[in-house]
């Protein structure tokens, strides 16, 4: 099985860098033969804007630009999509929001049938979502961060086009400790993306 593992953020030595290591780590560090790999979209140069071209596209006016193209093929060969990114503003960075925009397209992950009820073309995939904040777990909680992020992300976006978010985790060290568990919970997020299809193989 194959993760593909979408990272959203500028700095090389960020700890979303890290978490997002650790999560490949722990997919091909399980024995199960399982392989990873991070699309760094900042070091990549992935262009996020929303463009007259992605409108197009959208009402199936004009193909996808050869970038968008050449992202979804990364979701095509993928078992599992995993998102790593930190918690900006109370969302995701625009870097990633983007990604999102441009390649989750009318016709290929998502589509209309003749009676206007959605198609919804991703079924077969998973999804996992990490973020990162830099507040206490009783500052989210007071103003529901978790609950806006599946509403917006698990029900918002990746329902709709059919694929399941099955973990969404939310890491929030504040000092050396704390990170080191953080990463330690990132790893086994990596080890635990296709122990449910091994045990479908195995039962």
């Not at 596209?57 to 999509?81: F, G, H, T």
């Not at 990604?99 to 998973?126: F, H």
């Amino acid at each position: 099985m194959h993760a593909l593992i979408v990272l959203s953020h500028p700095n090389p030595q960020s700890f979303s860098h890290g978490i997002a290591a650790q999560v490949a780590q722990g997919v091909t560090g399980n024995g199960g033969g399982h392989t990873s790999e991070i699309a760094d979209l900042a070091a990549e140069g992935f262009d996020p804007r929303f463009t007259h071209n992605d409108v197009d596209v959208s009402n199936k006016e004009a193909p996808p630009a050869d970038d968008v193209i050449a992202e979804q093929k990364r979701v095509d060969r993928a078992d599992a999509l995993v998102l790593v990114y930190p918690v900006y503003w109370w969302s995701m960075p625009g870097l990633l929001k983007g990604w999102i925009d441009r390649v989750l397209t009318n016709g290929w992950a998502y589509d209309y049938g003749s009676d206007l009820r959605v198609v919804k073309k991703l079924r077969r995939l998973s999804v996992h979502l990490v973020a990162h904040g830099a507040a206490d777990m009783k500052t989210y909680q007071k103003y529901g961060y978790q609950d806006a992020m599946k509403k917006q992300i698990d029900e918002g976006i990746f329902d709709y086009c059919g694929a399941k978010v099955l973990t969404s985790t939310l890491l929030i060290g504040l000092d050396d400790a704390e990170r080191a568990a953080d990463l330690e919970a990132a790893r086994n997020v990596g080890k635990g993306l296709f122990e449910s299809r091994e045990l479908e193989v195995t039962a």
